[in-house]
Every structure is written in C-alpha cells, then in structure tokens.
C-alpha cells in the first residue's frame, strides 16, 4: 500500500507540474507580469506548500527534527538536485537585476536560519520575525514589478480577460494534483522509512525533503524543457525564500521548535554553502550552463552519500 502511494503520488505530480507550469507562464504574459516574479510567488509559494503541510503536522506531533530536517533539506535539493538537473536539461539565463534583489532575501533568509538554528531553538519571536521579513519581501516585489510595467488600458484587459481565466484555471488544477500527489508521496514514504528504523532528522532532511520538493523538481524541469528558464529559477529562489521565512516561521509561531544536534553541526551549513555556490554561478556568467548544473547535482549526490554512510 505504501508502494502505491508513492506511485500514484508521482503521477500526480507530474501531471499537475505540467498544467501548473503552462498556467502560470500563460498568467504571467496575460496580466503583464515577468515570469520570474510569477515563478517566485505563484509557483515557488504554491509549490512549497507540501513543505508547510509536512512541517506544520511534524512539529504538531512532536517532531522538531522533522519539521526543520524538511525545510533545510529541501533547501539544499532545490539548489542543488532540483537546478542542477533543470540546469544539465537547458542552460538556465540568470537575469541579474533579479538575483541581485531575489538571491540576495534568499541569502538574508538563509543566513537568518543559520543564526536560529545555531541559537538551539527556534521559539515563536524568531518566527513571527521570519514571517514580517517575508511579507516586507511581498510587497516590495509586486511594488518592484507594478512600478517597472506601464500599465494595460481597458482594451487590452477585456482581451486577455478570458486567456487569464483559462491560465488561472489550469494553474489551479495544476497545483492542487500538484499537492494531492505530494501528501500521497510522502504519505508513503515516511512510513516506508520509518520501518527502517531512520532518526526523526535524517527521515526530513531524505524522504520527506525530498518528496515534499517533488512539486518544485517537476515544475522546473518542465519549465526547463519549455525554455522557460526563468519560472525553473525564480520557482527554486521562491522556494526557498518562503520554505525559511514561511514555513518555519508559521512553523515557529504554532509551535517553537528545539533544533537537532545533527542539523545544526552539518546540514545547515551545507544549506548555506548551496546558496552561496548558487549565487556565485548566478553571477559569474549571467547564465547556469549545463556543466554548472551538472556540478550542482554532483555536489548533491557526495551529500546524499554522506548521510547515508554516517547513518
């Protein structure tokens, strides 16, 4: 039954990373926005809500070290797993006004966990100033972007209006297979893992990490194929951004949590050194090319393999 669930999870998944990918470019051209602010917000947060689910119902249960092992775990996959291979399948253009203002929250939030998680507990004030930094983070972008688009006349809204309704509804199919097929992946693969007898920390920064980053690994690679490279980057800096300022900080804020030794000696600091190298690629050459990508999934398996000989 557990080997069912994860299947028909990935088939959800990738069916509503398809319709969710393709919605939300069709959005973005409808209303004027860029696709990266569309790929930052509407498919990184949308795609991150498994994330906050898991997270939410961890800690809920008693299970700090799943809550946290699931946001720095899925941080460190989206970098390097999740853009790695979006990267090897197209070379990814890196708009430097974007990472300039997007990658450097991603770095502030990252840099915000690190202190937070070395602190030992992450109580509910840390959260609630997670959570203000995030919503500061929302106003500015859409100020950013409604301020860099003149705005449509009237003729041009009435025109696009019912390309924007159907772009909106395949969004919306999209991200609730998305979510569905998330909840029945990890669903499985959490009780799957813990036949094994897995500690409660390596169980989030593994299976539940990487399967509630399922949603974000389909819809890049897909937007990759498409050529739509920006929703692959803005989808992974979104993700992250909010995967720290939204979800432990909602997290927090519901229920303070004590930080895993484990996390707090290692993961944490791979999670920051993964951004940093995203960040340090962004910048050196305008674009992540396939060689770049296949260093970030290379990087992301030598990790995988020291969790798993330190087990």
């Known amino acids: 039954m557990d080997i069912f669930l994860v299947s028909i999870g990935l088939i959800a998944l990738l069916a509503g990373g398809e319709l969710l990918v393709r919605g939300a470019v ?54 390097l797993l999740i853009l790695g291979l979006a990267a090897i399948i197209s070379a990814l253009a890196v708009p430097q006004g974007v990472l300039a203002r997007d990658g450097a929250v991603m770095l502030l939030a990252t840099v915000l966990c690190v202190i937070a998680v070395l602190s030992g507990t992450m109580g509910r004030l840390a959260g609630l100033g997670l959570f203000l930094v995030l919503v500061l983070y929302l106003v500015a972008t859409f100020w950013l972007e409604h301020r860099s688009h003149a705005p449509e006349t009237v003729d041009d809204v009435s025109m696009t209006r019912s390309g924007i309704g159907r772009a909106a509804l395949l969004f919306t199919c999209g991200l609730i297979f998305v979510l569905l097929g998330a909840h029945a992946l990890v669903s499985g693969a959490i009780a799957v893992a813990a036949d094994l007898g897995l500690s409660e920390a390596l169980i989030g920064l593994t299976i539940v990490a990487v399967g509630t980053s399922m949603p974000e690994l389909v819809t890049s690679v897909i937007a990759a194929r498409k050529g739509e490279g920006e929703v692959a980057l803005g989808n992974i800096l979104g993700s992250n951004v909010f995967n720290i300022l939204g979800i432990l900080g909602v997290t927090a804020l519901v229920q303070p949590l004590n930080i895993p030794d484990q996390i707090a000696a290692f993961d944490i600091w791979v999670m920051l050194g993964a951004t940093v190298l995203l960040l340090v690629l962004g910048y050196s050459g305008a674009r992540i090319s396939r060689a770049e990508g296949a260093l970030l999934f290379a990087a992301y398996l030598a990790y995988m393999g020291w969790l798993i000989i330190t087990i």
């Open 26 to 79: 069709s959005m973005a051209r409808g209303i004027g926005m860029s696709s990266m602010v569309i790929g930052i917000t509407l498919v990184g947060f949308g795609t991150s809500a498994p994330e906050l689910a898991a997270s939410l119902n961890a800690a809920l249960a008693g299970s700090p070290g799943i809550a946290v092992g699931n946001v720095v775990g899925s941080n460190i996959s989206n970098i």
